[in-house]
């Protein structure tokens, strides 16, 4: 599936590095998504655009920005990150209530 | 509110067995429901869906059906093979919102 395609697709940062992890989607849908997916723990939503209208997660750590210029794409801004934050971080579009198209995830490791 | 739970894994079966994998869920209004399979190193990919009650949803053999008065979605297939091992998640829509199950290991041995 490469209607949803993420960059970089691995990437290993300090925790004083500032970096972010961009999300494409090539399906015309109106609504995107971060997931944090973590090692025996349930995915995680961390923010959603829907129609430009951003939904978070109260529990998702500052230190996770998320932007999104237009309905195409997004983006999720890292600084300061714990180690903690290692995970697999899953980009996924949908159409209103329609299938969840996913990206194939950026694996992060915070050192 | 919404949620999804899903039979907690690991499950390991020989090739050509018949495997089934709980779902059921709790929401509010009349969600639709999905199967999703994460194959090692890659994202979730849509196996079925099913939109209303008793609609019943399959591809590549698997099938599962939306019951209603259960609250359920199980998935099934009437014979695994090797090439089915990887993690399948069930999961329903309340838009725009997503709700996900803890996702079920599935390992298929020759």
Known sequence: ETGVTQTP?????????????????????NAMY???????????????????ERVENNSVPSRFSPECPNSSHLFLHLHTLQPEDSALYLCASSQGKDTQYFGPGTRLTVL | GNSVTQMEGPVTLSEEAFLTINCTYTATGYPSLFWYVQYPGEGLQLLLKATKADDKGSNKGFEATYRKETTSFHLEKGSVQVSDSAVYFCALSDPPQFYFGTGTSLTVIP
């Open chain 1, 9 to 29: 697709r691995h990437l290993v940062m300090g925790m004083t590095n500032k970096k972010s992890l961009k999300c494409e989607q090539h399906l015309g849908h």
């Open chain 1, 34 to 52: 971060w997931y944090k997916q973590s090692a025996k723990k349930p995915l995680e939503l961390m923010f959603v655009y829907s129609l430009e």
